[in-house]
């Protein structure tokens, strides 16, 4: 596990943090992934891609496309894979892992309110706020 819950009053505030950017951002994707219900298996899987100039923009532009199709197709995610990171381009490609199923709560929206990126000794950080 690789993210932790930061305290706030009404939402759900995720720190991912890993070696790399996009383990950080792995990290991000299961803290959100857990609140959204319990998968019990990765038997099965969807990509998803998201472009942006602007990597805040990139991220949750990203997630919000992920939590979409997660609530459209009926899909309760496990886990989630970087498969390509186009840093100069601004372009991420990933496949989310988990089950079909009903998600067991609910997620209005990934915010831009509190975003950060640190990148402190080695070790990068993500926080991301979501309005639940």
Do not use: Q
């Not at 995720?14 to 992934?33: H, N, P, R, S």
């Amino acid at each position: 596990m690789n993210h932790r819950v930061l305290e706030h009053t009404a939402d759900l505030y995720i720190e991912g943090y890993g070696k790399t950017f996009e383990e950080a951002l792995e990290g991000v994707a299961e803290g959100m992934f857990k609140h959204m219900g319990k998968a019990k298996k990765e038997k099965e899987s969807f990509e998803c891609e998201f472009s942006s100039s602007e990597v805040g923009e990139l991220i949750v532009g990203l997630l919000s496309k992920i939590l979409s199709e997660c609530e459209a197709e009926g899909f309760i995610p496990k886990k989630m894979k970087v498969l390509e990171y186009d840093k100069k381009n601004g372009k991420m490609r990933v496949k989310v892992f988990g089950e079909k199923g009903l998600l067991s709560n609910v997620i209005k929206a990934v915010t831009y309110h509190l975003f950060g990126i640190e990148e402190k000794k080695g070790e990068i950080k993500i926080r991301v706020l979501f309005d639940i």
